[in-house]
Each structure stands twice: as C-alpha cells, then as structure tokens.
C-alpha cells in the first residue's frame, strides 16, 4: 500500500468516526423531540393518571386543604411530587380547585383575610377568588382558580390535572 493510499484511509477513517458521534449526538438530541412530535399524549401523560385524595365523608362546605404525592415523568427521570387541592361540598357537587393563583403563581389561603371573609386570598398582591374559584374583578387575577379533574369512585376522590377556566 502507497504512503497516499494509506494518508487516504486514515482520512477516510476520521471522517467516518466524525461522522458516527455526529450522527449519534444529534439523534440524542432530536428523538426525544421526535417522540414528543410523532405522540403529543406522550407530554401530557408526563403527570401520572388519577390519585387518589380523600374520600367523600371527609369533606364539608367548607374548602378544606389536602396534599397528595403525584409521579411525573418526563424525557430523563422520574419523580414524586407534592401537590395541594381545595375540595368542598355543595349539595351533590363536589368542587376541587388549584391553590396556584392565576396571576403569578403564588399560593392562595381560603378565609385568612379578615377584610375579605368566606374567599381564597393571595397574599402576594392581594389577589382574590370567590369559593367556587372565580377570580374577584378589580383584583390582579384575570382568570378563575384551575379546577382538578376529577372522579370519585367508591367514596374515595380520585384527581387529575388541573383544567384552566377562563372569567366568565
Ligand atoms: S400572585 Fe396572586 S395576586 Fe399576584
């Protein structure tokens, strides 16, 4: 074999090595995008189904505050995590609704400002919600609280994820 012959092959042989981590690196980085583009049910099944919360004899026409642990996935790990729900009675319905305020996320108390009794208030800019959610005009909220999906089966509530609601 020529000395050309032999610069050519060791050329050739880099570029193909280049090429291989090339090709490996950008499929790392595309097929989680792929993943996600070919099913979009992939991304929302991220939180998993339905936990179970409380069971119905718990619950009063007063919102009562309850946490559950929730598995979320997404493109590398899995984790538990907390979450929070207002649940209340009225009459048949039964009413869960997020405590994440709709204006910028802070956490919102049920009945902790005197001022304003018998409504959810946040204390990060005075936000206000009525009991069934519904964002109080002239308050920075523009929207209602997210309201959980929800089943109950058996006397036990089970959650989802939390539904956005627009003012009505
Ligand atoms: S975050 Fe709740 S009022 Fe601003």
């Not at 997404?74 to 207002?86: G, L, M, N």
């Not at 009413?95 to 910028?104: E, K, N, V, W």
Request: with cysteine.
């Amino acid at each position: 074999m020529s000395e050309k012959e032999h610069k050519v092959s060791r050329r050739q042989f880099l570029s193909y090595s280049l090429m291989g981590v090339g090709g490996f690196m950008a499929a790392a980085m595309i097929s989680p995008m792929v993943r996600f583009a070919l099913d979009p049910a992939l991304e929302a099944a991220g939180e998993s189904d339905f936990v179970s919360v409380a069971t119905v004899d718990q619950l009063t026409e007063e919102p009562q505050r309850f946490t559950f642990q929730v598995t979320v996935e997404d493109a590398w790990y899995t984790s538990d995590q907390s979450r929070t729900a207002w649940i209340y009675r009225e009459g048949d319905n039964i009413i869960a609704l997020s405590p994440t305020c709709t204006h910028m996320g802070c956490v919102v108390n049920w009945d902790t400002n005197e001022e304003f009794p018998n409504q959810f208030f946040c204390p990060c800019h005075d936000g206000r919600f009525e009991k069934s959610g519904q964002n109080v005009p002239n308050t920075p909220p523009t929207r209602p609280l997210d309201v959980y999906d929800m089943e109950v089966r058996d006397g036990t509530i089970y959650l989802g994820r939390p539904i956005q609601r627009n003012s009505v």
